[in-house]
């Protein structure tokens, strides 16, 4: 069963970066499309990032499209979130998953079987 376990989340201020990993853990994630989500209290999960299993396809909606960038690194069986730029309304907590998709991916969470238990991310002075 492919496990996923989410880490760098912290407090910043805007116009910051931060970088999320995701680092998996009883399977291999380049068999798998990657994707990124966030829920802010009293939302719903919205995704924002998604990579192909074969790395040729990445997604991301405008409201982060020029500031984030999703990346896999094999050989540490991790991905990465880069979140630069960011504002205050980033805040929410940041979760990666993981869907059996073939050369394609989306950002629809129902596409995904395996989820990692979240990073909190707080935009603020």
């Known amino acids: 069963q492919l496990q996923l376990v989410e880490s760098g989340g912290a407090l910043v201020q805007p116009g910051g970066s931060l970088r999320l990993s995701c680092a998996a853990s009883?399977?291999?994630?380049?068999?798998?499309?990657i994707g990124w989500f966030r829920q802010a209290p009293g939302l719903e999960r919205a995704g924002v990032a998604c990579?192909?299993?074969?790395?040729?396809?990445?997604y991301y909606p405008d409201s982060v499209r020029g500031r984030f960038t999703i990346s896999r690194d094999n050989a540490r069986n991790t991905v990465h979130l880069q979140m630069d730029n960011l504002k205050s309304e980033d805040t929410a907590t940041y979760y990666c998953?993981?869907?059996?998709?073939?050369?394609?991916?989306?950002?629809?969470?129902?596409?995904?079987?395996?989820w990692g238990q979240g990073t909190q991310v707080t935009v603020s002075l």
């Open positions: 998953a993981a869907a059996t998709l073939q050369a394609m991916c989306l950002v629809t969470p129902d596409h995904y079987e395996y």
């Open positions: 009883g399977g291999t994630l380049d068999h798998y499309a």
């Open positions: 990579l192909s299993n074969d790395d040729f396809i990445t």
